[in-house]
């Protein structure tokens, strides 16, 4: 950047005079800066705004097009401490009665005393250091391991320690079973790790004794069995998959009632549930539409934000912020057609065999009356009945009456409601040259404006400083020129004085 000389010779303000020739190409430069900023801002808000709605596509909306969000069954347990149950959407709706026999254990043995005699003559425990050679073995010596059918060979040297015997069991049939060795107390233990008859095992070989593996300390791991109307099942665990029922016993009881019918207080949780979600997406659609334009709040350019306070400049972005929406097409657009389809009829089979007509209205779900409700909320639905809804929870609950009489009605209506709006919402969301896959917004447009306002913001600086920089150079000259002028008047001015005193 050349030198800018000021005005020494003229006595004028060229800083001021420049800043101000040159305002308008300031402005330009502001101007972009603040709707780039402003761009960013609503593409932030945007993207908030597609998380939720694919959410909300991708979750509750989702799920309630299939029939498995409405074939929720539940059963209870006449003893809850003997067995838990858990309900498939196979299971029948029935009463059944269990008998619990027997627990699944698994496999345990507490070895012997591992001894040896010590140098004085005394009789000590093992411990992880002794030799095997200390406890009578010579040479090499067999130990076997066998769990169920298979047998495994493992071979002890003279040499080992008992920490080497670990290692050796650990690595033939660490995958099934623990192994340890207690020095405090001179003794082995293993343990299946699975419950059930498949995890026992037994020991064999020379070293088996040597080692107190041949233990009388043994308990034997047995699979648990139960009688579900008289028929015996077994199972290696305490968990038992039997037509839809998940069975686990977890103590021996007799005479247990099993009673499996279908979840009605689930299906209406469901639906409770989508009405809420599309609630909260239309009030904050809304509300950012309904906002006011705030036409009196501009961009603040840095020299503005600098006399602000931080809470100033914070409080008048904000005034913006909530503005970026205000009277948006796209908006406009997701919410009417969102609520189009949540006005939609269709015909549905009732249990009687005769069709009719049914819309949300038929389960007492409706919004709030026009000129009773606060603006935002207009769009909102409410349940009739709905303990949770200070307006409505007075009214006859005709949804859990309509679950209750005619649950296949009510499964039929919603299922196309749901179908209709994750459609209209796919269509919403549909890829093109300005928007991406699942985007409700023309991220890929605003992305290229964004790219635009940076050449801009660019081009416009640069004119700036062109601008200045050719005011600074012609105010130079001038200041050169006064510069010599004055040289010579100042000269002059010497010439004559000294003349006059002669």
């Known amino acids: 950047m050349p030198i800018r000389i000021t005005g020494m010779n003229s006595g004028l303000d060229t800083e001021s005079i420049i800043t101000a020739l040159t305002q308008t190409k300031k402005d330009k430069v502001d101007t972009f800066t603040g709707d780039q900023k402003k761009l960013t801002w609503k593409q932030d808000k945007w993207k908030e705004l597609n998380k939720k709605v694919v959410s909300f596509y991708n979750g509750a909306l989702g799920s309630m097009r299939f029939s498995t969000a409405y074939t929720k069954k539940v059963t209870t347990v006449s003893d809850p401490s003997a067995a838990t149950v858990v309900t498939g959407n196979s299971a029948m709706n029935t009463t059944q009665s269990l008998d619990i026999t027997s627990l699944s254990k698994a496999a345990y043995l507490t070895g012997d005393k591992v001894e040896y005699t010590n140098d004085k003559g005394q009789k000590v425990n093992a411990t992880n250091d002794t030799k095997m050679s200390q406890l009578g073995i010579s040479g090499t010596s067999n130990l076997e391991i066998t769990v169920g059918d298979k047998t495994k060979s493992i071979e002890i040297s003279e040499n080992d320690k008992i920490s080497d015997v670990i290692n050796k069991l650990k690595k033939e049939a660490g995958s099934?079973?623990?192994?340890?060795?207690?020095?405090?107390?001179?003794?082995?233990?293993?343990?299946?790790?699975?419950?059930?008859?498949?995890g026992n095992f037994s020991f064999g070989g020379d070293a088996a004794a040597k080692l107190g593996l041949n233990g009388t300390n043994y308990i034997e791991g047995t699979s648990a069995k139960i009688k579900l109307n008289g028929v015996e099942y077994t199972s290696d665990t305490n968990t038992f998959e039997i037509n839809g029922l998940t069975i686990t016993a977890n103590e021996i009881a007799t005479g247990v009632q099993l009673s499996t019918k279908q979840d009605t207080s689930g299906i209406y949780d469901n639906i409770k549930n989508l009405v809420?979600?599309?609630?909260?997406?239309?009030?904050?659609?809304?509300?950012?539409?309904?906002?006011?334009?705030?036409?009196?709040?501009?961009m603040l350019t840095d020299e503005q934000r600098e006399s602000l306070s931080e809470k100033e400049a914070e409080e008048w972005d904000n005034k913006i912020k909530d503005s970026l929406f205000s009277g948006d097409e796209t908006i406009g657009n997701i919410r009417t057609s969102l609520r189009n389809v949540m006005n939609s009829s269709f015909d549905i089979k009732m249990k009687d065999g005769v069709t009719k007509n049914l819309s949300l209205a038929s389960f007492g779900i409706t919004t709030g009356s026009y000129f009773g409700t606060e603006e935002n909320e207009r769009d909102l639905l409410h349940i009739d009945g709905d303990k949770d809804d200070t307006s409505t929870s007075g009214n006859t609950d005709l949804l859990s009456a309509m679950i209750s009489s005619d649950p296949d009605a009510v499964q039929s209506f919603f299922t196309e409601l749901s179908r209709s709006m994750y459609s209209k919402l796919s269509d919403l969301m549909k890829g093109t040259s300005y928007s991406s896959s699942f985007t409700i917004y023309e991220d890929k447009l605003m992305?290229?404006?964004?790219?635009?306002?940076?050449?801009?913001?660019?081009?416009?600086?640069?004119?700036?400083?062109?601008?200045?920089?050719?005011?600074?150079?012609?105010?130079?000259?001038?200041?050169?020129a006064l510069s010599k002028v004055n040289s010579t008047s100042g000269s002059l001015a010497n010439f004559f004085g000294t003349g006059s005193n002669q």
């Open 276 to 298: 809420k979600e599309y609630n909260d997406l239309m009030k904050e659609f809304a509300t950012l539409y309904n906002a006011d334009k705030a036409k009196k709040y501009k």
């Open 176 to 198: 099934t079973h623990e192994f340890s060795y207690d020095a405090a107390n001179g003794r082995f233990y293993v343990a299946a790790k699975e419950t059930g008859a498949s």
């Open 447 to 480: 992305a290229s404006q964004y790219s635009s306002y940076t050449t801009k913001i660019s081009d416009a600086q640069k004119a700036l400083e062109a601008a200045q920089d050719k005011l600074y150079k012609k105010f130079s000259v001038m200041e050169t």
